[in-house]
Every structure is written in structure tokens, then in C-alpha cells.
């Protein structure tokens, strides 16, 4: 049985990688062996690293023309401050969860896209 990807460890074992895949064992075994993928050896078992496994995916896309775009630390903490929700945004949510008969966790888990009102 497949585990869903939020339950996939960090570090997997070919077994779990061909898993994660959906390919062959033998298959990850040959992307260690031609360097395709980034493993370490533990003895006599590889390690790999669930990264690798994602990196692997976007070297081998179909669509040479996309890049990945990297950011810093920095900029990463920049995006997550100004999607905080202000104050009235806050009540948008707040209105919106209530008018649903939902209850969360409190309004962190709305973006300002999300929380976009007809009644403005």
C-alpha cells in the first residue's frame, strides 16, 4: 500500500524511493549507480535523501524551459511577513469562518487571497 507523501520519511530507503517514484527498485539502484541520484551508503544499504528524490524529478522534466528559482532564508521570511494577515483581514476570516459554521485553528491559515469578500 502507497503512503501518502506527508508520511514519507526524510531520509528513505530504495525500497521507499522506487515507492515514492512509482518505478522499480532496480531503477533507483541504477539512478545511484550512473549518479542520476544523490545517495549515501550506510554499510551495505543506501540512504536518500526525500530532496534528491524531488531533484531527480525536476532534472529529468519535460520542460527544459522552466527554472527552479532558489531563495534566501531571508527573502523566505520577508514572504511569510507580508502574508500576515492585518486586522481586517483578520475579521474578513473571522465573519467568513462563522458565517460557514466553520471552526479553526484561528485565522492564520488564510492568506489575503484568500480572504477576498464580495461585501467590501
Known amino acids: 500500500m502507497m503512503k501518502t507523501l506527508e ?3 526524510d531520509i528513505l530507503t530504495p525500497e521507499q524511493a522506487a515507492e515514492y517514484l512509482q518505478v522499480n527498485r532496480e531503477t533507483i539502484y541504477r539512478y545511484i549507480r550512473e549518479g542520476k ?3 549515501s551508503k550506510l554499510g ?8 534528491s528524490l524531488d531533484l531527480l524529478l525536476w532534472a529529468t522534466r519535460t ?7 532558489e531563495y534566501t532564508g531571508r527573502e523566505i521570511e520577508e514572504f511569510i511577513r507580508a502574508d500576515q494577515l492585518d486586522e481586517e483581514a483578520r475579521q474578513i476570516a473571522r465573519r467568513f469562518l462563522k ?22
Open 63 to 69: 520542460r527544459q524551459d522552466l527554472t527552479l528559482t
Open 44 to 51: 551495505r544499504t543506501y540512504r536518500i535523501p526525500k530532496p
Open 37 to 39: 541520484l544523490a545517495a
Open 7 to 9: 508520511r514519507m520519511p
Open 99 to 120: 458565517a460557514t459554521g466553520r471552526r479553526g485553528r484561528g485565522t492564520r491559515r488564510f492568506s489575503k487571497a484568500a480572504t477576498f469578500s464580495q461585501s467590501v
